[in-house]
């Protein structure tokens, strides 16, 4: 149980080009979700936490205009890098949790590669 | 503030032997849970043990076994009898009314 798919897996494209990335939680419904960004060989850095059918509240030094996030239903969050450039080449992960005691369940992640 | 340290960047141990990892939090939250999260090379986040700051008795999962020490504020893992597929990292987590990780210690298992 507590399966969270991320797609896509991988991507890679040009600067300035926006890229989608979805969370569904497959087996239960996530009351909240979130999105982390990680350098290599660093912990995860929370980006932004979102609750179903609210805006998505993000932390200290994300730019919102930069990392739209849409929690639409209890199951599928997504996370849109808007005119992505090089720099924001990273391994992007959610994960989702269905109470405020509950484990986050991840996604297996996104390589987001900006030439 | 309430933070998540583990002292230890990196820790090594030896196919069959033990190794236990430290992990210390600061909270003034009375009811909150504690995580270990592994992350292989692949970089899956795998939730490997959980525990309740109210439950005294310590969780375990088959090889995996915390110490938890609530007055000192202390959640340790074990790992008994390491196996190849344990290396990773290891991130130990907080959950009151924020989710907190702390930075990780990367685990190498010699053969």
């Known amino acids: 149980g507590a399966v969270v798919s991320q797609h896509p897996s991988w991507v890679i494209c040009k600067s300035g080009t926006s890229v989608k990335i979805e969370c569904r939680s497959l087996?239960?419904?996530?009351?909240?979700m979130f999105w982390y960004r990680q350098f290599p060989k660093q912990s995860l850095m929370l980006m932004a936490t979102?609750?179903?059918?609210?805006?998505?509240?993000?932390e200290q030094g994300v730019e919102k205009d930069k990392f739209l996030i849409n929690h639409a239903s209890l199951t599928l969050s997504t996370l849109t890098v808007t005119s992505a450039h090089p720099e924001d080449s990273s391994f992007y992960i959610c994960?989702?949790?269905?109470?405020?005691?509950?484990?986050?369940?991840f996604g297996d992640g996104t390589r987001l590669s900006i030439l | 503030a309430q933070t998540v340290t583990q002292s230890q960047p990196e820790m090594s141990v030896q196919e069959a032997e033990t190794v236990t990892l430290s992990c210390t939090y600061d909270t003034s939250e009375s009811d909150y849970y504690l995580f270990w999260y592994k992350q292989p090379p692949s970089r899956q986040m795998i939730l490997v043990i959980r525990?309740?700051?109210?439950?005294?008795q310590n969780a375990t999962e088959n090889r995996f076994s915390v110490n938890f020490q609530k007055a000192a504020k202390s959640f340790s893992l074990k790992i008994s009898d390491s196996q190849l597929g344990d290396a990773a990292m290891y991130f130990c987590a907080f959950t009151g009314n924020q989710f907190y990780f702390g930075t990780g210690t990367s685990l190498t298992v010699i053969p």
């Open positions: 979102s609750n179903e059918g609210s805006k998505a509240t993000y």
């Open positions: 087996d239960f419904q996530a009351t909240t």
């Open positions: 525990q309740e700051a109210y439950k005294q």
């Open positions: 994960s989702a949790r269905n109470g405020k005691r509950q484990p986050q369940h």
